[in-house]
C-alpha cells in the first residue's frame, strides 16, 4: 500500500481537561499518514484522479478547531474516522501533539499517534448497532 504523509498542521483549538485549556485554547500540530493505492494516478500523472490534499488538511482544521475533547487521543480517533469516511483511505495514522502541556517544568511536547484502517469502520458500525 501507498502512503502520503501531510506533516505539520498547525491549529489552535480549545481542548484539554483544565477548564482553562478549553476556555483560553492553545496550538495543537497534527501529522497524518494516508495509506492508498497510488498506482493509478502515479501512472497518469493527473490531479483528477489523485487525493486532494487541501482537502485532507481542510477537513483536519476543522475538526480540531470544531470540536473539544478533555485528551487528544479523543481528537486523534476522531480525526482517524472523519479521514476514513471522507476518503478513499484504506488506512490512517493521526499524530496529534500538544506543543506547550500545562505540566510544570517541562519543555517539550506531549503526542498521541493513533493508526487505524478501514475495518475499524465496520466494527464501529457493528457495535454502534448493539
Not at 487525493?51 to 481528537?75: K, M, N, P, Q
Amino acid at each position: 500500500m501507498d502512503r502520503i504523509t501531510i506533516s505539520g498542521i498547525d491549529v489552535y483549538a480549545h481542548h484539554g481537561v483544565h477548564p482553562a485549556e478549553r476556555e483560553l485554547g492553545q496550538r495543537f500540530v497534527v501529522d497524518v499518514e494516508l495509506w492508498t493505492d497510488l498506482e493509478a494516478v502515479a501512472r497518469s500523472d493527473s490531479l483528477r484522479s489523485a487525493l486532494d490534499y487541501t482537502a485532507v488538511h481542510r477537513r483536519v482544521c476543522d475538526v480540531v478547531a470544531g470540536t473539544s475533547f478533555h485528551l487528544i487521543e479523543a481528537l486523534a480517533w476522531r480525526l482517524c474516522r472523519e479521514l476514513l469516511t471522507g476518503f478513499p483511505l484504506e488506512r490512517v495514522a493521526v499524530t496529534v501533539q500538544k506543543p506547550n502541556p500545562p505540566i510544570a517544568n517541562f519543555l517539550g511536547r506531549v503526542a498521541v499517534t493513533l493508526e487505524r484502517g478501514r475495518e475499524t469502520l465496520a466494527a464501529d458500525g457493528a457495535a454502534d448497532a448493539t
